[in-house]
């Protein structure tokens, strides 16, 4: 596929040497970077993140990312809590979040057959038809690690299923976001970041 150049958003996380091993597959070029120019003029930007809401928020409101982020116009992706910061608020540490999104983020509901965190290959089932699924078959397994999530609403392009349903994808304008790990998801997983780096091209 073509190249794309696209900024990964470094506000922490576990996850992003899997990341840039994930878009390397896909001939994807990649900073992962800080920098609000580097951002803005990016084709495509991705916002990670393995950990807390609060110490991400800190990291993006120290460089003074937050209007820029909310402001972008390009495809953005958000995976698993870079997902969580679009929303107006998070329920862990009761940190405001980026506001791009209009819910609050809550934290799983747990039980003897539905432990926290959620940690597994879960399905994924759409709503609607969407270029991001494209040759992505319904009810595919996509991997999560996850202790909070956004409720379901008008943005949720795709469910799954804990003790109660949740958004598993979501889609607001240009913005994206998946609660799942897509770098981590094998074949599908990479046919779902393929798809976002096809956007606007």
């Given at each position: 596929m073509a190249a794309s150049q696209v900024a990964i958003v470094n506000c922490g996380g576990a996850n992003i040497a899997s990341l840039t091993?994930?878009?390397?597959?896909?001939n994807a070029n990649y900073s992962v970077t800080m920098d609000a120019s580097r951002i803005r003029n990016s084709s495509h930007v991705i916002i990670p993140g393995v950990g807390h809401a609060a110490d991400a928020m800190q990291k993006l409101q120290a460089q003074?990312?937050?209007?820029?982020?909310?402001?972008?116009?390009?495809?953005?992706?958000?995976?698993?809590?870079?997902?969580?910061?679009l929303a107006?608020?998070?329920?862990?540490?009761?940190?405001?979040?980026?506001?791009?999104?209009?819910?609050?983020?809550?934290?799983?509901?747990?039980?003897?057959?539905?432990?926290?965190?959620?940690?597994?290959?879960?399905?994924?089932?759409?709503?609607?038809?969407?270029?991001?699924?494209?040759?992505?078959?319904?009810?595919?397994y996509f991997y999560f690690v996850h202790s909070y999530v956004i409720p379901c609403g008008p943005y949720t392009l795709a469910t799954a299923n804990h003790a109660l349903k949740f958004t598993a994808i979501l889609e607001q304008d240009n913005f994206f976001a998946t609660q799942f790990h897509p770098e981590r998801s094998a074949e599908v997983g990479a046919k779902l970041l393929s798809n976002f780096l096809g956007a606007n091209q």
């Open positions: 091993n994930a878009l390397e597959r896909l003074q990312l937050n209007g820029t982020i909310a402001n972008l116009e390009q495809p953005v992706l958000g995976i698993c809590l870079g997902l969580q910061l107006q608020s998070s329920a862990e540490e009761n940190v405001q979040c980026l506001g791009v999104i209009d819910a609050q983020v809550s934290k799983l509901t747990s039980d003897r057959e539905f432990p926290i965190p959620n940690i597994g290959w879960c399905k994924v089932s759409a709503l609607r038809e969407h270029r991001l699924l494209a040759g992505i078959d319904d009810g595919s």
